[in-house]
């Protein structure tokens, strides 16, 4: 069990470096005013989201679902904090949703967001980290 942890940590350390980086680079990008810089954030976005955050995402789901079948739900099913994580869990998959839509926008040269919007919704993910990190190794109730 403890592989499987480890295994579920890494890749959601992974699918979180995506999710600080992509909106950094969409604050960046909104400030871009040059064709050749444009493109540029493109494929860095395109890259970071279908080649590290969305297979990370998945792989931390699936790491996850497995340990939960290896005994974790036995141990902790009754605990409300592992509700809670859950609920966190699915905004952050609604986050990554957002930043999926921004991800579009931005490719199909829509964006209507300044950089100041960017900056804000990229400091999302680390409540969401606080508050699962705290969830998942204090377990508070």
Avoid at 4 to 22: P, S, T
Avoid at 113 to 122: G, L
Wanted: a positive charge.
């Amino acid at each position: 069990m403890l592989w499987l942890k480890a295994l579920h940590l890494i890749a959601m350390v992974c699918w979180f470096a995506g999710l600080f980086y992509l909106p950094r680079l969409y604050v960046y990008h909104a400030m871009s005013d040059d064709a050749a810089s444009d493109e540029r954030f493109k494929i860095m976005e395109r890259k970071l989201f279908f080649g590290i955050m969305t297979p990370s995402m998945i792989a931390t789901f699936v790491f996850g679902i497995w340990l939960l079948m290896a005994g974790a739900w036995q141990l902790y099913s009754h605990a409300g904090w592992l509700y809670v994580k859950f609920a966190l869990l699915l905004g952050l998959v609604i986050y990554h949703y957002f930043c999926w839509q921004w991800f579009k926008d931005f490719r199909a040269n829509e964006n209507k967001r300044d950089h100041i919007f960017y900056r804000w919704m990229n400091e999302i993910p680390v409540l969401f980290l606080v508050a699962i990190i705290i969830l998942a190794v204090v377990k508070p109730f």
